[in-house]
């Protein structure tokens, strides 16, 4: 098994999962106890609305991808805040017209487009050094929000009325957050794809929730777990030669049905 | 100069009138209970009070100052300290949520990366804790704490920013009566360094440790417990409920409106 670490591509591979994950699981952290989740998955899906334009215009994948996606997320969060009790149908509107324009752009864009699937369902493989570049200075970006903001951030999470009462300005935080989660989104695409992110996002971070006594301890460990599925659904994936993205998506279900079980066998004991 | 001073402030929401005229002050290490029926206007005060709002009419001066101006000498506690119990944070976090001198003695690098509390801060958050007696929880996740003990902590987290007032929405809501008492005490005690003003339900306990209580329904009312105390004979735990209350204040003979109507209506 040891030869694939030998392949520049699969090299490649491995790092980007690493990146990608460990920034999944941070910025995972803070979606999931913001309840940003579905709002997160809406900007998933709209992001391939900025796919289609950057084929059509020729522009980087990931240029395209992330103006379209913080564009999305801009754009719910200014909704939510006008109307909060109609959020998920804006979420749900932005979610299906961002994926239409992906669509008609790419029918557009003249020549040969079969790589919808590898968008939506990850392509880690075709993982190139620049996307290395640009998946690291996203995770850094990360870790330098969350460390610079950590108390406010804090604050808000677990008690955004008393955040607020105490002059933490929560909506422009709460607006930084879905930005961090939009370009986190992007750079997952190569690694298991604009649907499947979500579960990369949720899975470890719930999972870590319960296991630690803090939230930075909860945001490390979720990164730490992302990133450990992710290498072994990379692993299984060349193994067995299934696709990498659904890969790692299984394992991680996997290891949180582990975990549950782990803990009802606990708990039935005592 | 009075710790809190609200005069004639009235209050509507579209069409519908909240507060009307509401007139009442508060001195500092006093310790008053708002009761009223649901919809009679506490929530609506308390948040012009801290600020959230802005009265149509009359005006609220805290210390002399707009509450906005005071936030820092407000200290607050929820109702729903049941939120967020899934939550990974500690005691010593949550209460550190209420410091407001977030740079003192911090180094650079701490003020950019504000993740480890420094000396300073970790002395305050225990002096507090300390206050309410939960200065050995430090460490524990706030989700496996009881209510009454979470109620502790919510209170701690205001006093760490040594508020001058301290207002809490219905403190005892969901803690057993003998947890009840418990904070009741820490509030008396507390009410002998800042201003109390709490939002409350439970009558049997308000009429034995404030010193005033304002029955607010729209307009608002105050009687006076220190002037005309009120002795409630009930067996332990039990309670009154509000119109009872009220006629138990109306045969005080105190000269308001309301006790006329309730006079006249009996």
């Known amino acids: 098994m040891t030869e694939i670490f030998h392949y520049t591509f699969m090299q490649n591979a491995l790092i980007a999962g690493i990146l990608v994950s460990f ?13 940003l989740v579905f709002l997160t998955g809406g900007i998933a899906h709209s992001s391939y609305g900025g796919i289609g334009m950057a084929l059509y215009f020729g522009l980087p994948i990931f240029l395209g991808a992330s103006l379209f996606s913080v564009g999305a997320a801009l754009l719910i969060a200014v909704l939510t805040f006008r109307r909060r009790h109609r959020s998920d149908t804006y979420i749900g509107l932005i979610w299906a017209v961002g994926m239409a324009i992906g669509v008609i752009f790419t029918d557009l864009t003249p020549g040969y487009n079969t790589d919808l699937m590898s968008y939506l369902f990850g392509s880690i493989l075709a993982v190139s050094r620049e996307d290395l570049w640009f998946m690291g200075f996203l995770l850094l970006l990360v870790l330098l929000t969350v460390h610079r903001w950590y108390r406010p951030i804090l604050a808000m999470s677990y008690d955004a009325e008393y955040a607020e009462l105490r002059g933490i300005p929560t909506r422009r935080f709460y607006t930084l957050i879905l930005v961090l989660s939009a370009l986190t ?34 945001m490390i460990f979720s990164g730490i777990l992302a990133s450990l599925f992710t290498l072994v659904g990379l692993m299984l994936s060349y193994a067995y030669d299934l696709s990498s993205g659904a890969s790692i998506i299984l394992v991680a279900a996997a290891g949180l049905g582990l975990f549950e079980g782990g803990r009802t066998l606990i708990a039935g004991r005592s | ?35 009223g029926p649901n919809g ?28 906005r101006q005071a936030r820092e000498e407000i200290g607050y506690v929820p109702q729903n300290t049941h939120v967020n119990l899934e939550f990974p944070i500690r005691v010593l976090d949550v209460v550190m949520m ?14 950019l990366f504000p993740i480890r509390y420094n000396e300073i801060e970790k002395r305050c958050a225990y002096s507090t804790l300390e206050k309410v007696g939960m200065q050995d929880y430090l460490d524990r996740r706030i989700g496996d704490l009881s209510g009454g003990q979470r109620q502790r902590v919510m209170i701690a987290r205001a006093l760490c920013a040594h508020p001058r007032l301290l207002i809490l929405d219905e403190p005892t ?6 947890g009840q008492e418990q904070i009741y005490r820490l509030l008396k005690e507390l009410s002998r360094e800042m201003g109390v003003l709490v939002v409350s339900h439970d009558l049997s306990v308000i009429t034995r440790y404030a010193d005033k209580i304002l029955y607010l329904n729209r307009r608002a009312y105050l009687h006076d417990l220190q002037a005309n105390p009120i002795h409630l004979d009930t067996p332990e735990g039990e309670h009154f409920c509000e119109v009872e209350m009220m006629q138990m204040l109306g045969a005080q003979n105190c000269n308001c409106e309301l006790h006329r109507d309730s006079k006249e209506s009996s």
């Open chain 2, 1 to 35: 100069m009075k710790l809190l001073e609200v005069e004639k402030v009235s209050f509507s929401y579209d069409r519908e009138r909240a507060l009307e005229e509401v007139s009442f002050s508060l001195q500092e290490r006093e310790f008053l209970a708002i009761i």
């Open chain 2, 173 to 178: 809501s969901s803690i057993d009566a003998e």
């Open chain 1, 185 to 218: 989104v992007v750079v997952a695409i190569k690694v298991v794809g604009l649907i499947l992110v979500i579960a990369l996002m949720t899975i470890p971070t719930h999972i870590a929730e319960r296991c630690t006594r803090s939230f930075y301890a909860m």
């Open chain 2, 98 to 111: 209420g410091n407001p001198k977030r740079h003192e003695g911090q180094t650079l690098l701490e003020r």
């Open chain 1, 23 to 35: 920034a999944a699981g941070i910025v995972g952290s803070l979606i999931v106890v913001n309840r």
């Open chain 2, 40 to 67: 009679g206007g506490k929530s609506t005060l308390l948040k012009l009070i801290m600020g959230q709002y802005e009265p149509q009419e009359g005006q609220i001066r805290v210390l002399g100052k707009s509450p």
